[in-house]
């Protein structure tokens, strides 16, 4: 297994099936930083039969330099792991926080995020690294309504912050109050929630 992921070659690891999830886990915490990488990408293509791999995702993203293309695979298995991402932001290694706010920013979960909210705010507030705060006001802005409780956090970072962090959070006031108004629904990116698929054949079947 270690050859393949080595060499990249993620298609023959597809074929092989779900009965390798596995052996990819156990690669999560291989020398190679190549190997750890694409094991991640491996185990985020097996989408829900990698569920149990969350955790140990979540592991490898708090010790190696590959937290972001890790984190990115926790997003692939679906809401499974969201609860490891707001576990990250309270991470002490600041490169894992900022992979986690930044996930939670792309990765299409809208107000399904608001658990995070708190974290966040708590990133907002004693952070000292502006780039974790930067990502941490992009995942507010993507929680939508949900992150309501962060509004005045974020008017205060619009009118005295600088740079990009005042950019992002005077988009992210915009963003939250358009998400309160009537008939506005909060835009999400990336991987859709696991349930999505449900929700529209529901609205198939009201539809016949």
Do not use: W
């Not at 690669?27 to 185990?43: F, K, P």
């Amino acid at each position: 297994m270690e050859s393949l992921l080595a060499a990249g070659d993620l298609e023959s690891v597809r074929r092989r099936g779900d009965h390798v999830v596995p052996e990819l886990i156990a690669c999560l915490d291989s020398q190679s930083s190549t190997v750890r990488v694409n094991a991640a990408q491996a185990l985020g293509l097996r989408g829900g039969a990698a569920a149990t791999a969350v955790p140990a995702l979540h592991r490898a993203m708090e010790a190696t330099e590959t937290r972001h293309d890790l984190a990115f695979s926790i997003v692939s298995l679906g809401r499974d792991g969201l609860p490891h991402l707001v576990d990250g932001l309270s991470a002490e290694d600041a490169g894992v926080r900022a992979a986690a706010a930044e996930v939670l920013a792309t990765g299409g979960y809208g107000t399904l995020a608001e658990p995070a909210v708190a974290p966040l705010i708590r990133i907002l507030e004693s952070d000292a690294a502006d780039p974790v705060k930067t990502h941490a006001v992009m995942a507010l802005a993507a929680t939508g309504v949900g992150a309501e409780p962060a509004l005045p956090l974020l008017e205060r970072l619009a009118a005295n912050a600088s740079g990009a962090l005042k950019t992002q959070a005077a988009g992210a006031v915009r963003r939250i109050r358009d998400a309160r108004k009537p008939g506005m629904l909060t835009p999400s990116r990336g991987t859709p929630p696991a349930d999505d698929e449900e929700e529209q054949d529901t609205s198939e079947d009201a539809g016949k």
